[in-house]
């Protein structure tokens, strides 16, 4: 056997207990607090395994940001892992079936993040030859867009010369992602005007139906043989039933294939206009993560860790083009060589039976390991 496999498969139980010391702490985005309790457990990996902590990247918007550096030369290998999740403290809880451990982001992206800690972990222990170094950073709000982790992603990305994610794998095969969909993300205001339902129900204007025409519309912009979809994922607005509401809120999420359709979607609906006189819109946000589409760069990158997963006997590595967003969308799109799914293996990305194989975790804690050394 490898020796960085068989080290994996000797300290199995090691990295299961770091993924379960990590998810045991939720960290939602949008709860600074928890988010960088999140990142102190992740601290004391790395002084616990390297003897030193990552550098804080301070942020107290969406929780701090860690950056943690290993190796020596101008070179420089990017890993990016995110430890923010979609779930609420108390949401989930962490358990154990068999060989699947369940738990709030334990797949999206814990999993991964402990891997990544393991896989620098074996180079030190077993003092493997790096031809690169590695800047490896943590991030605490990719869930919600990146909104200030991007700019510092993108600085990392322009320096370095590959980038590796460690976002899980397509669920059905374990392929590693070499492209994804754009994302965008917006908030359309409705403002109508209030009257009594029953004795002045023509002088109102309905900011509801204004707003459920507006969705009809959008939803309608949906087109899956271009890769085009339009979710209308969230709404409130009204208040009483004897009241016409004057207010209305929904949120928007598109996903599109080419920057080319992003651009055209996000001007219909940054100039939607009302059906109803007296409607006035107000419509925030915009384009988010552009396009991750596969380079020729990157096309190499996948196929050395072909040869990494053959090398590991690990059976045919495939690759795959998938419609969620990561942060490699960013980095792809500077050019830099960009390698997703890198991760944990498992099902159930944002769902209650999100859970990883705890057999599969040597196998992949290996094959990054592996590469990391190979570049």
């Known amino acids: 056997m ?29 709860d600074v607090d928890l988010v960088d309790l999140c990142a102190d457990r992740i601290q004391k990996l790395f002084v616990r395994y390297f003897g030193y902590s990552a550098d804080v990247i301070k942020n107290s918007d969406y929780g701090d940001h860690l950056r943690f550096e290993y190796g020596e030369g101008e070179r420089t290998i990017l890993i990016l892992s995110h430890f923010d999740t979609v779930w609420d403290e108390g949401d989930l809880k962490l358990k154990i079936d068999g060989d699947k451990l369940y738990g709030p982001g334990i797949l999206d992206m814990k999993g ?54 460690t976002e899980p794998p397509v ?22 005007k209030k009257a009594h339902s029953g004795n002045n129900h023509e002088d109102g204007i309905n900011a509801i139906k204004e707003a459920a ?22 709404i409130k607005g009204g208040g009483k039933l004897n009241v016409v509401p004057d207010f209305a809120k929904f949120g928007v999420n598109v996903r599109v294939s080419t920057k080319k359709e992003q651009k055209r979607i996000d001007q ?9 006189n007296g409607i006035k819109l107000k419509v925030s ?13 990157t096309e190499e990158l996948f196929e050395i860790a072909q040869d990494v997963a053959a090398d590991l006997d690990l059976g045919e590595l495939e690759q795959a083009y998938v419609g969620g967003g990561s942060d490699g969308n960013f980095t792809a799109s500077l050019g830099i060589p960009t390698l ?36």
Not at 18 to 23: E, H, Q, S, T
Not at 357 to 367: D, K, M, Q, V, Y
Request: aromatic share 6%.
């Open 2 to 30: 490898d020796k960085v496999l068989d080290y994996m498969e000797e300290n199995k139980q090691d990295i299961i207990k770091d993924i379960r010391y990590l998810v045991e702490r939720d960290s939602p985005s949008n």
């Open 112 to 165: 991964g993040l402990v891997q990544a800690i393991w896989s620098i972990k074996a180079i030190k222990d077993l003092s493997l030859e790096m031809h690169k170094k590695i800047v490896f950073l943590c991030t605490s709000d990719e869930e919600i867009g990146s909104p200030s982790s991007k700019s510092l992603i993108e600085s990392e990305a322009n320096n370095s010369d590959y980038v590796l994610v």
């Open 171 to 192: 669920a059905e095969t374990g392929a590693l992602k070499t492209g994804r969909k754009g994302s965008s993300r917006y908030f359309v205001e409705v403002k109508g």
């Open 213 to 234: 025409r507006q969705i009809v519309y959008l939803e309608s912009l949906t087109d899956y043989k271009i890769g085009t979809t339009i979710n209308v994922g969230s």
């Open 268 to 276: 219909l609906i940054k100039n939607l206009s009302p059906y109803e």
């Open 285 to 297: 946000g915009g384009i988010n993560r552009p396009p991750m589409n596969k380079s020729e760069a």
């Open 340 to 375: 997703d799914g890198l991760g944990a293996v498992g099902e159930g990305i944002h769902a209650k039976n999100e859970h990883i194989l705890a057999s599969e975790i040597p196998n992949r804690s290996a094959l990054l390991c592996r590469l990391l050394t190979v570049l």
